[in-house]
């Protein structure tokens, strides 16, 4: 069970707006800790997609964005699109682990 | 270019040892902080270990007393030293740059894979 908690899988027609939401608690997120989220297509390695909770690396489309409040934070993709269809991973740092936590795992669908 | 290359993964017995190597091309080891994390067969990612800048090093609960990360900054290299390894150690092993603390992982590379089995 992962200490940061995100839904299994969500689902959305081409074009549409969804989020993946990534839920902590006040050792990790709740702490102010920053979350990250990554993009892991199938066999290869993750990619880094927003971090600090928000901010976007070079070369990610705008389509991405995050957000973070209390214990939670979410990533919202707009514009959904065939090649949006993978695997979504969030992070953050827990200060009673002493060390990085992802949660599960988000597979999304595109319809 | 920047590029991390893990090697070192293969077959062990329950109870064997490995050494991952992870050489860093295009920055240096040194002034980053260098993690690893797995990911088993269809499952999600699980940090296990960092060496910080200042020569700190962590490890996930799962590994601790069983696995070492170092650092050779002469071959700007980080290590993996894996002992009493078990069947839920199965996974491949990626190797992760962050450039600052806690602001994400920004290089990856493709990873190794490691099967205990008998």
């Known amino acids: 069970q992962s200490v940061l908690t995100q839904p299994p899988s969500v689902s959305g027609a081409p074009g549409q707006r969804v989020t993946i939401s990534c839920t902590g608690s006040?050792?990790?997120?709740?702490?102010?800790?920053?979350v990250h989220w990554y993009q892991q297509l199938p066999g290869t390695a993750p990619k880094l997609l927003i971090y600090?909770?928000?901010n976007r690396p070079s070369g990610v489309p705008d389509r991405f964005s995050g957000s973070r409040s209390g214990t939670s934070a979410s990533l919202a993709i707009t514009g959904l699109q065939a090649e949006d269809e993978t695997d979504y991973y969030c992070?953050?740092?827990?200060?009673?682990?002493?060390?990085?936590?992802f949660g599960g795992g988000t597979k999304l669908t595109v319809l | 270019e920047v590029q991390l290359v893990e090697s070192g993964g293969g077959l062990v017995q329950p109870g064997g040892s490995l050494r991952l190597s992870c050489a860093a091309s295009?920055?240096?080891?040194?002034?980053?902080?260098m993690n690893w994390v797995r990911q088993a067969p269809g499952k999600g990612l699980e940090w296990v270990s960092a060496?910080?800048?200042?020569?700190?090093?962590y490890y996930a609960d799962s590994v601790k007393g069983r696995f070492t990360i170092s650092r050779d900054s002469s071959r700007n290299t980080v290590y993996l030293q894996m002992d009493s390894l078990r069947a839920e150690d199965t996974a491949v092993y990626y190797c992760?740059?962050?450039?600052?603390?806690?602001?994400?992982?920004?290089?990856w590379g493709k990873g190794t894979t490691v099967t205990v089995s008998s």
């Open positions: 992070q953050s740092y827990d200060s009673g682990l002493s060390g990085w936590v």
């Open positions: 060496f910080y800048s200042g020569g700190n090093t």
């Open positions: 992760a740059r962050e450039s600052n603390w806690n602001d994400g992982m920004d290089v």
């Open positions: 600090d909770n928000s």
């Open positions: 295009g920055f240096t080891v040194r002034v980053n902080y």
């Open positions: 006040d050792s990790n997120i709740g702490a102010g800790y920053d």
